[in-house]
């Protein structure tokens, strides 16, 4: 047995394995840290080799779980240390002991430098091995020109050069900007030359990153993979010692064949060819041997080349190939290999059409389904899931059923709410659906989420044909001694709704309901309680002729129930009393609820939510999401919605009795439809605010502080350049308060710029910066105005630019003073790299007399400006717009809370963000279809269609559809144009609208102050 | 990429804990927990592969010690358990025949070894012979 070379460490980690008891341990542990911290507070005694003890000896103390709260400085000092052995304890304990968001390890920063870019190859790996396992951001905008120093460096040993790419990789991930300069593609396709494996290896890693992101800058890396790839499938000069039990590394086989998934196709036929032959030797040539690492590692490789075969859509006849082998994987014995067979078929239905061949294992799979390991079991789930349609459903969810009732605890909530999802969106039949949801229920009820009964109660409300069948499957669930609350929700819930429709049937009259229901309420809680309440209330109303017998059974639960300490039920109490006492306007006020408007299933939705956080995105899920259809699952019937609005106020107003809208917000999950009913205040809309709009469309031109301005700046003048300091009107800004108000609100200057190209963005006492744009396909030049309107200088001039990832903004030397009432000008180059609707800032500040001034202000380069007009006829419009399938590339969506706009108002709106309304391209005269070009360099030029169809009769709610060919630009699009739809800015040209009842979800929105809050773009703004 | 890399004892001890994103104190002790936990009583017939939150838990046991990588959903799976093999492989090699004890008095050595195998998450060298070396380096330095 090795000791280690410090006496006291293994002293002590032989007291600690001495102790008896944690008891007895907690109290070396205390004495030990009691002991560091006295050593430590006179440190100038301290010799580095104590020191160096002492660090080791807390790290030992954190590993055992004990909380180390000091002694983070000692350790981070030691890496000053001039020393390899102190050096090395330092750097070693502080990436264990911290993490990259500490404070302490900022202090670190210049000697973590100095070590990168000294001379001391073991300080340089040290110090690269320390960034690249904790370093942040500070670390990566500091150090990552130094890190790729080393990379490409021809005179470091591979040693620190594999290093240096895992740390620029670390650095890459905290910030993608680091290797965002020109050439560097080129250097990675370089770097793949490497003839050293392990610096081989590291780039590999770092590759996958940087092309999972934004392939494109990286073709040239294609054929080079190939090469490496072939290099090690025929094993051609592979050093013995990176071959793992006689498989040349298959790290790096798997690494090079993950970069290669996340290559959309490979075009060159030469390197295709090549790369098939490599794969097919690999599908074909992987036997299962003894020795279980090799056969791991030789599996390691088949798997990822089984993915690559996938995502290269490969002939027909390998595909078959690969469903063949996992067809064999998930059924050999081997628990591991099972396990990935069973998680690859899941994976191949994602993108290719395979189901008919994998429906074949459907009985081995669910024999999977009941194998003790919950790993395998999880899997099989997944691919049950994943296969199921139609034809299947029905034995599908009927095992999962069955299952449920032994499944351990950790499943059970997943595995209710897939056969929820799957019941839903395969239904042969809706009683299916019902019985399926119901059993549920009753199996699992602690499991099932509400979301589901909700959604239960959805389809029934919405279909007629299906009230009586759910009412009496309600009824029968009643009659089983012990039953889940839930279903006691459910039940009366139903019943309350739908159980007059059973009138005649045994057991089934107004006072038998009632007292089924009624037995149930001693057991409940008080949201249940507040449930049966309503029921009560709608038996009551139902029970014709009425009974009177019942009716004072009921009145006196009523009456019982208000002095419920719980408001929520006592309210209901009071109400439902005085409102049954009012005999037929009872009938009115509890009416069955109306339908539910048609939505995507709040289960579909939390399903497709479940968030995977993975270093480099899924190849996989990336090429799913371009094939996926649209989900088959029902839709809510919506006849009804209409029948809301038209109703008189006055009875409205009693509908939306605070009781009954929360008994709404029970059954819909979706606050928004209940409020959207309860509120009945009228909002003015807001007025483009008098005529401040006219001056900030006008010239740009320098202008003295309006309040004091003699002579206001003429509306005609032409100066863009030249005419900046002849037109400046002079006004001493000395009585000027000392707190600098900007003139104008800025936040409408944003929105007025993001349809025009020039205007003032910025105003104040001091300075007008205005911005004059011009917009070709990705590009965009600016050039922002400086302008001092003073008789002093403005000094300390800083102008930093903020972007969002998806652009690259190159701004010139703006100077650091302005003269007394100059103007300069400023060029910026913006280049869109891929759709996003983020927005650019402008950190703007300067310095007046002993003013410090700072204004963050958002850059209209938004999403619009990269767009180009474009009319499209409809021999062209409709073939386009059926060659996008479906999600994601083409996305539909209801937007509610619309501010109501005739449909010509509407138009000119799209036509002022370059989206061209193509007049009589829909034939429906409500309906809008709207084209244009988008550019950025991912997308290049890429044609983008909009349809809108709007309900006359509704005008706050419309249909959007928007499709591209590329699944982000889709999303953004959408996500813009509902942006615009439901908060116009003030400053685009719309005429005020006469006051119309606003939803409140659009209300905030629409009124100028909050609107700048519930901006992100201002939110950011205010937060930098 | 690997989130972080756990040496625990059947007992839950930690004999080595690496974490390669950034996590709070109090949530380490929780994660060590819940991995420890979630391992320790697989049936060795189980697959080696078990899900752990949002992400995987690849795992092997080597007499009492458990070597576990937490690694994303996405990655390939065997590969990151021969990864595991090839570490001990390299302490093997290093300690000649390592037992529980060597890791416990040597856990210093141990990081110096992790570091030079896996960095930022991802493998940094395979040859074990690579890595033998530069120890033998280093231990010149000290």
Request: charged share 20%; proline share 6%; aromatic share 8%.
């Amino acid at each position: 047995m090795a000791m280690s070379g410090m006496r006291g460490l293994s002293v002590f980690i032989s007291d600690i394995r001495n102790c008896q008891n944690k008891e007895q341990e907690r109290l070396r542990v205390d004495k030990e840290l009691g002991n560091i911290r006295t050593r430590f507070k006179n440190e100038k005694a301290l010799t580095p080799y104590e020191k160096k003890k002492y660090v080791w000896k807390m790290l030992y103390i954190y590993m055992l779980g004990y909380d180390v709260d000091f002694g983070h400085m000692e350790a981070v000092s030691l890496i000053s240390a001039p020393k390899y052995p102190e050096k090395q304890v330092g750097y070693i304990v502080t990436s264990s002991l911290l993490n990259e968001n500490h404070d302490f390890l900022r202090l670190a920063i210049n000697t973590v430098r100095n070590d990168i870019i000294g001379r001391n190859e073991t300080f340089q790996c040290l110090a690269l091995t320390m960034v690249g396992n904790i370093g942040g951001r500070e670390f990566a905008e500091s150090l990552a020109p130094d890190v790729q120093k080393l990379l490409l460096s021809s005179s470091c040993r591979p040693l620190v050069r594999k290093k240096a790419a895992l740390c620029l990789l670390r650095l890459y991930r905290k910030n993608p900007d680091v290797v965002n300069v020109d050439g560097w593609a080129d250097r990675m396709a370089q770097l793949l030359d490497e003839r050293d494996l392990g610096v081989l290896t590291s780039s590999m890693s770092l590759l996958v990153a940087l092309v999972s992101n934004q392939h494109e800058a990286y073709w040239s890396c294609l054929p080079k993979c190939v090469k490496i790839l072939e290099r090690l499938a025929r094993n051609q000069d592979i050093p013995q010692e990176y071959t793992y039990y006689g498989i040349p590394s298959p790290w790096l086989q798997v690494k090079t064949m993950r970069a290669l998934q996340y290559f959309p196709t490979i075009e060159d036929p030469n390197t295709r060819r090549s790369l098939f032959e490599v794969l097919q030797r690999i599908l074909m040539g992987t036997d299962v041997v003894k020795n279980v690492n090799k056969n791991n590692a030789s599996h390691a490789v088949l798997f990822e080349a089984l993915a690559l075969v996938m995502h290269l859509d490969a002939e027909k006849e390998m595909m078959s190939q690969c469903v063949a082998l996992l067809g064999k994987f998930i059924a050999v014995r081997e628990p591991n290999i099972r396990y990935l067979g069973l998680e690859n078929m899941t994976r191949m239905l994602m993108v290719t059409d395979v189901q008919d061949i994998i429906k074949r294992h459907q009985a081995q799979i669910i024999t999977s389904l009941k194998d003790p390991d919950i790993s395998i079991r999880r899997r099989a789930l997944d691919l049950l899931y994943g296969m199921c349609d139609v034809s299947n459903a029905k034995d599908i969810v009927e095992e999962l059923l069955q299952y449920l009732s032994t499944a351990e605890f950790a499943m059970r909530e997943e595995l209710s709410l897939k056969a929820a999802i799957l019941a839903e969106k395969f239904a042969p039949d809706l009683s299916w659906y019902v019985d399926v949801i119901l059993q549920l229920i009753d199996k699992a009820g602690d499991f099932v989420s509400d979301d589901i009964w909700f959604r239960v109660v959805q389809f029934v409300t919405n279909n007629e044909d299906l009230q009586p069948y759910a009412a009496t499957k309600a009824r029968e669930y009643l009659d089983k001694p012990a039953i889940h609350e839930t279903m006691v929700k459910v039940s009366a819930y139903l019943l309350g709704e739908f159980g007059h429709l059973l009138g005649r049937r045994p057991g089934c009259s107004s006072k038998e309901i009632f007292n089924i229901i009624h037995e149930k309420l001693p057991t409940v809680s008080t949201a249940t309680i507040s449930i049966l309440l309503s029921t009560y209330a709608k038996i009551l109303m139902h029970c014709q002729p009425p009974d009177p017998e019942l009716q004072s059974q009921i009145w006196a639960i009523f009456k019982k129930y208000e002095s419920s300490i719980e408001v929520e039920i006592q309210q209901r109490a009071v109400e439902y009393f005085a409102l049954s006492r009012k005999g037929a306007a009872l009938m009115d006020i509890l009416a069955e609820m109306p339908k539910f408007p048609e939505r995507q299933s709040v289960l579909i939705k939390k399903a497709e939510d479940t968030e995977v956080d993975t270093a480099e995105p899924s190849a996989i899920k990336l090429r799913a999401q371009q094939q996926s259809q649209t989900s088959n699952a029902l839709v809510v019937t919506d006849k009804s919605h209409a029948n809301g609005a038209p109703l008189p106020v006055g009875q409205l107003s009693l509908v939306k009795m605070p009781s009954m809208s929360s008994n709404v917000d029970d059954i819909t999950a979706d606050p928004r439809l209940s409020q959207e009913n309860g509120t009945l205040n009228e909002v003015d809309s807001p007025l483009p605010s008098a005529d401040l709009l006219g001056d900030l469309l006008g010239p740009l031109a320098i202008e003295g502080p309006p309040s004091s301005s003699a002579h206001p700046q003429p509306s005609s003048n032409p100066g863009m350049e030249g005419a900046a300091v002849e037109a400046t009107a002079i006004v001493p800004a000395g009585q000027q308060a000392n707190t600098v108000q900007p003139i104008g609100n800025i936040a409408e200057r944003f929105h007025a710029l993001c349809v025009k190209d020039s205007g003032v963005l910025y105003e104040d006492p001091y300075i007008q910066i205005g911005i004059k744009a011009e917009w070709r396909a990705h590009h965009g030049h600016l050039v922002l105005f400086l302008g001092n309107k003073n008789t002093a200088p403005l000094m300390s001039v800083q102008a930093l630019i903020l972007p969002p990832t998806h652009l690259k903004i190159v701004l010139s030397l703006v100077p650091d003073t302005i003269p007394p009432r100059a103007q300069v000008q400023c060029p910026l180059e913006v280049t869109n790299l891929h759709p996003s609707r983020d927005v650019a800032v402008l950190d703007f500040s300067y310095k007046f007399g002993n003013d410090m001034i700072n204004v963050k202000l958002r850059l209209p380069a938004v999403l619009n400006k990269f767009l180009q007009p474009i009319t499209v006829s409809t021999e062209e419009f409709f073939p386009q717009w059926r060659s996008l399938p479906g999600p994601p590339l083409k996305l539909q969506e209801v937007v509610r809370g619309v501010r109501p706009l005739p449909l010509l108002e509407m138009a000119n709106l799209f036509n002022s963000f370059h989206l061209i309304v193509c007049p009589g391209l829909d034939p429906n005269p409500n309906n809008l279809c709207a084209s244009t070009t988008f550019y950025s360099e991912s997308t290049r030029a890429m044609l983008c269609l909009v349809r809108i169809e709007t309900d006359p009769a509704d005008r706050t709610q419309l249909r959007m559809t928007v499709a591209s060919g590329d699944p982000t630009l889709t999303f953004e699009m959408k996500e813009f144009i509902k942006e615009q739809l439901v908060n116009i800015p003030p400053a685009s040209r719309v005429p005020p609208m006469q006051a119309a009842p606003m939803s409140p979800v659009a209300q905030p929105a629409s009124a100028p102050p909050p609107a700048a809050l519930n901006d992100p773009g201002a939110v950011l703004a205010a937060l930098l | 990429m690997i989130r972080f890399i756990l040496l625990q004892n059947r007992q839950g001890k930690t004999r080595l804990a690496k974490y390669y994103v950034p996590l709070e104190d109090s949530e380490k002790h929780k994660v060590e927990y819940e991995v420890h936990r979630l391992v320790v009583n697989r049936d060795p017939k189980y697959t080696n592969f078990v899900e752990f939150r949002t992400h995987k838990v690849i795992y092997r046991r080597y007499a009492g010690l458990f070597f576990s990588l937490c690694v994303d959903i996405t990655d390939n799976e065997l590969a990151y358990l021969e990864c595991i093999h090839l570490f001990v492989e390299i302490l093997d090699h290093f300690f000649s025949n390592v037992c529980e004890l060597d890791l416990v008095f040597n856990f210093h050595k141990v990081y110096l070894i992790l570091d030079e195998f896996i960095l930022a998450g991802e493998l940094q060298e395979t040859s074990k012979k690579a890595i033998i070396e530069r120890m033998g380096e280093l231990e010149k330095l000290e």
